[in-house]
T-cell receptor, first 113, second 112 residues
Framework: NAGVTQTPKFQVLKTGQSMTLQCAQD?????MSWYRQDPGMGLRLIHY???????DQGEVPNGYNVSRSTTEDFPLRLLSAAPSQTSVYFC????????????FGPGTRLLVL | GQQVMQIPQYQHVQEGEDFTTYCNSS?????IQWYKQRPGGHPVFLIQ?????EVKKQKRLTFQFGEAKKNSSLHITATQTTDVGTYFC????????????FGKGTLLTVNP
């Protein structure tokens, strides 16, 4: 099993550009989530999904969209990137809820100029 | 919003010294998880504590959950250079089983 995979590993955007961060897992996990990590801020929850077709907001959802059309994939979309979205983004998955072991992907480092 | 407070923010030790990081919440926690993130890496699950007063050990690591389930600690005995990284606690807050809140982490550096 590959576990949780994320692409790209690095990305540089200009302000106002859009992009999609990809996340996939092959563990048949129902629960998937996106976090951003900024220096001194820990990991903050952006959006999460409890299954295909079901998503909800986390702590810092503004500026981000998500959808979950399949169990395996949970892409994160930035519609109009801003410098404040410069961060490291981690996708995570678990069997069904946030109460279980979270398996994290390797992360995407995003720089918005 | 509700938070999990983690202290200290940084800790530098000599190899062989002990290390402890603490997490505190103003509300009762259903469970608490601990993760380790190596520099440049991603968080990796270490353990989950569920019961009041629970103590679990993994080799040189000892995890405790407070009797009131409002605090937790991670203690490393005789640190090694392989222990370097940031240690995070995480807990579901606000009555939701789906929103995991992370502490800000404790960065441990070890001088060989």
């Amino acid at each position: 099993n590959a576990g949780v995979t994320q692409t790209p590993k690095f990305q540089v955007l200009k302000t106002g550009q859009s992009m999609t961060l990809q996340c996939a897992q092959d563990m048949n996990h129902e629960y998937m989530s996106w976090y951003r990590q900024d220096p001194g801020m820990g990991l903050r929850l952006i959006h999460y999904s409890v299954g295909a077709g079901i998503t909800d907001q986390g702590e810092v959802p503004n500026g981000y969209n998500v959808s979950r059309s399949t169990t395996e994939d949970f892409p994160l979309r930035l519609l109009s990137a801003a410098p404040s979205q410069t961060s490291v983004y981690f996708c995570a998955s678990s069997y069904s809820t946030g109460l279980e072991t979270q398996y994290f992907g390797p992360g995407t480092r995003l720089l918005v100029l | 919003g509700q938070q999990v407070m983690q202290i200290p923010q940084y800790q530098h030790v000599q190899e062989g010294e002990d290390f402890t990081t603490y997490c505190n919440s103003s509300t009762t926690l259903s469970n608490i998880q601990w993760y380790k993130q190596r520099p440049g890496g991603h968080p990796v699950f270490l353990i989950q504590l569920v019961k009041s007063g629970e103590v679990k050990k993994q080799k040189r690591l000892t995890f405790q959950f407070g009797e009131a389930k409002k605090n937790s600690s991670l203690h490393i005995t005789a640190t090694q250079t392989t222990d370097v990284g940031t240690y995070f606690c995480a807990a579901p807050l606000g009555g939701s089983n789906y929103k995991l809140t992370f502490g800000k982490g404790t960065l441990l550096t070890v001088n060989p």
